[in-house]
């Protein structure tokens, strides 16, 4: 769920950008293209429309990125920043309806609640005992959680064996190959 959520903020993240940053007059004149909703706030600018897409993009690349990597370190930011610019975007355009016929104005509030609420979603399903990486137990400090699986879990297994075998310097072999399986049963 984490990583369908993830992908959709970056597929319409990457497309607004894109037509912002490389076609910055058919964004403004267009845009979405059913209801051109963004010429409504005149006047035109050039330079700030193309930064828009510029910034939609570098989003839309990083929430991609999340999404394949499913990294924890870059998610929860990368949500957390998306949350607040998003909100602010929301604020300013609930803010200013007056521009807009009623389902405009009831389709574009929707349209950005929509792209605010699956980053507060994953933000909300991270902090679950049950998202917390494998081998670390709920409010468990990092320094002190298993060594078998870093923050994007990209940590071999048998990493993980050996490390966890050197910590008990010989003695508990059995309990420690044993707590290592269940560990990488956790990873699947």
């Known amino acids: 769920m984490i990583r369908a959520a ?9 497309a607004v950008g894109a037509l912002a940053a490389f076609a910055p007059r058919t964004f403004y004149d267009d845009f979405p293209f059913i209801a051109r909703w963004v010429e409504k706030y005149p006047p035109y600018n050039e330079h700030l429309t193309t930064d ?23 998610i929860l930011p990368l949500c957390a920043g998306w949350s607040v610019a998003a909100a602010l975007h929301l604020v300013f355009h609930l803010r200013h309806l007056d521009v807009f016929s009623t389902g405009d104005a009831i389709a574009q509030s929707a349209a950005l609640v929509a792209a605010l609420a699956p980053a507060l979603l994953v933000i909300a399903l991270l902090q679950r005992p049950s998202a917390v990486e494998p081998g670390r137990r709920s409010g468990e400090p990092e320094h002190e959680r298993g060594a078998d699986v870093e923050q994007s879990g990209s940590r ?14 010989g003695e508990g072999r059995e309990a420690a190959e044993e707590a290592h399986a269940e560990r990488v049963a956790d990873l699947r």
Request: glycine residues 14%.
């Open 52 to 74: 828009v897409g510029a910034f939609y993009l570098g989003f839309g690349l990083l929430f991609a990125w999340a999404a394949v990597t499913m990294a924890r370190g870059l």
């Open 6 to 14: 993830l992908a959709s903020i970056a597929v319409p993240n990457l």
């Open 156 to 169: 071999p297994p048998a990493v993980g064996l050996q490390q966890s075998l050197d910590r008990e310097g």
